[in-house]
């Protein structure tokens, strides 16, 4: 099993910035794809950002690319999300997950593809 813990997520004005971090720990496999998605009241969740073990391009989706950098730590398996310039409708739970698949920019696996997921945490965007 793999426990993920996310943290960083918080209140922040529009334009400002705010870091999300995810800390794995357990049984993580070698190779394994993290990411984070993020679920609106009243919306269906959504694949925010993802990368792999190894150095590729990550995904981000199209909503975020330009304003959020994801990044990860494989020795201390933790993953960042540095998120900037945030807008209100980046309000939402944000949701760390990790799979045993591949991802990067031009694979990307969706939530189908994630073994594990963490309890969320909030980040709310005020205008």
């Known amino acids: 099993q793999v426990q993920l813990v996310e943290s960083g997520g918080g209140s922040a004005q529009a334009g400002g910035s705010l870091r999300l971090r995810c800390a794995a720990s357990g049984s993580t496999p070698i190779n394994y794809c993290m990411a984070w998605f993020r679920q609106a009241p009243g919306k269906e969740r959504e694949g925010v950002a993802a990368?792999?073990?190894?150095?590729?391009?990550?995904y981000l989706a199209d909503s975020v690319r330009g304003r959020f950098t994801i990044s990860r730590d494989n020795v201390l398996n933790t993953m960042n999300l540095e998120m900037n310039n945030l807008k209100p409708e980046d309000t939402a739970m944000y949701y760390c997950a990790a799979g045993r698949t591949y991802c990067s920019a031009t694979s990307w696996p969706g939530d189908g593809g994630m073994d594990y997921w963490g309890k969320g945490t909030p980040v709310t965007i005020s205008s």
């Open positions: 990368i792999y073990t190894r150095s590729n391009v990550p």
